[in-house]
């Protein structure tokens, strides 16, 4: 299964990346946590990437599309890969096809998460991050048994710099002007696939595990 997933930032992809992968045993790969990974690593790239995340603009394609293209040529995305974040406008969209057409392979699916923009103010207003193992918490809505702390690994929780409600607006329009055409650039493609993803994560991730599961059959 080779899927992107496609949604406004808080949609919930990285919530349901996790579950989407294990089901199909492919692997995950969010560009945005590369970054972060990179930024927190102090290496070139995060120094590069910093400045445009901070802000909530794209990080420049050039930059992202040699990120991508290394990634995908792991031997674990042979059998497939769940791309979580891009491509992120139409020009990345072309450039993962020639990435996949250079290994013979084609995408089979985008999903596309549906939520309303105040929904995405409250999941990301709430969201708080593992330094640790990267998972993902909501104060309300996934809130941690152990306050500051990952139920799962102990980590320190953190809020992202960009979830500050100023940077969530400007990632909100740099969404529907960057990044929604993509939704008629798949759907005219035959690709696209949508789920309501508004509701518990475990509704979403089963109406999302189904719509994948008759889509690919
Ligand atoms: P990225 O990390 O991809 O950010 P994003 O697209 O803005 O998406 P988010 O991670 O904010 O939201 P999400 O949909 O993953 O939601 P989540 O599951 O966490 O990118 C960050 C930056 O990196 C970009 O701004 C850009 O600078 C750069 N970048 C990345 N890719 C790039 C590219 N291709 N090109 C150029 N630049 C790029 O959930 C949010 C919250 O909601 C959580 O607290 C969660 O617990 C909660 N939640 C989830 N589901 C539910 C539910 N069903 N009900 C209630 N709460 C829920
Ligand atoms: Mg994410």
């Known amino acids: 299964m080779r899927l992107v997933l496609v949604g406004p930032p808080g949609a919930g992809k990285g919530t349901q990346a996790g579950f989407i992968a294990e089901r199909f045993s492919i692997p995950q790969i969010s560009t945005g946590d590369i970054f972060r990974a990179n930024v927190s690593g102090g290496t070139k790239l995060g120094k590069l990437a910093k400045s445009f995340m901070d802000a909530g603009d794209l990080v420049p394609d050039a930059v992202t599309i040699a990120m991508v293209r290394d990634r995908l040529d792991e031997p674990d995305t042979a059998a ?3 791309l979580d974040g891009f491509p992120r406008n139409v020009a990345q969209a072309y450039e993962l096809d020639s990435v996949l057409g250079d290994l013979g392979a084609s995408l ?3 999903l596309e998460l549906e939520v309303d923009n105040d929904e995405v103010v409250r ?5 708080r991050m593992c330094r640790k193992c990267g998972h993902i918490w909501h104060i309300e809505y996934d809130p941690t048994q152990s306050g500051g702390r990952c139920d799962l690994c102990g ?6 710099d960009d979830d500050q409600a ?19 650039f798949y759907d005219g493609r035959g690709q696209l ?6 509701g518990p994560v475990e509704d979403v991730t089963e109406r999302a595990i189904a719509a994948l599961t008759k889509a690919i059959s």
């Not at 999941?123 to 969201?127: T, Y």
């Not at 980590?155 to 992202?160: M, T, W």
């Not at 100023?166 to 008629?184: F, K, M, N, S």
């Open 108 to 110: 089979d699916v985008v």
């Open 166 to 184: 100023d940077t969530v607006r400007h990632r909100l329009d740099v969404y529907a002007e960057q990044t929604a055409p993509l939704i008629q």
């Open 193 to 198: 696939v949508v789920v309501d993803a508004l």
């Open 123 to 127: 999941r990301l207003s709430g969201r």
């Open 80 to 82: 497939g890969f769940l």
């Open 155 to 160: 980590g320190e929780l953190f809020q992202r």
